[in-house]
């Protein structure tokens, strides 16, 4: 699978934004889709994850209740709504997928990334 994560920009304090991250190649309902970022100087962090099948969701501590991950396997696409940001939240974002019919929230699980698309968020 390929990916390819797009939406990213510069928004203020409060804003919201949507990511989508999309897919190309057979089977990509299949794939457990995650969202990532990393911060200048910083790791690589989860943000969200979906299953295959949207049974599972999980989202890091420091964007539950503000961010949701949904998925339209039709369009191959999987999304990020992001609500209520702030300048923490800035960093580049990426997509992700662990192999087929897995479920994991371990960044190092991930096998296929797409490139990142900036978030900056101003004060």
């Known amino acids: 699978v390929q990916l390819q994560a797009s939406g990213g920009g510069l928004v203020q304090a409060g804003d919201s934004l949507k990511l989508s991250c999309s897919g190309s190649?057979?089977?990509?309902?299949?794939?457990?889709i995650g969202w990532f970022r990393q911060a200048p100087g910083k790791t690589r962090r989860r943000v969200a994850v979906?299953?295959?099948?949207?049974?599972?969701?999980d989202y890091s501590d420091s964007v539950k209740g503000r961010f949701t991950i949904s998925r339209d396997d039709v369009k191959k696409t999987v999304y990020l709504q992001m609500d209520n940001l702030t300048p923490e939240d800035t960093a580049v974002y990426y997509c992700a997928a662990v192999q087929p019919w897995r479920w994991s929230r371990v960044t190092e699980k991930y096998r296929y990334w797409g490139r990142g698309t900036q978030v900056t968020v101003s004060s």
């Open positions: 190649g057979p089977n990509f309902s299949s794939y457990t």
């Open positions: 979906i299953s295959d099948g949207s049974d599972l969701r």
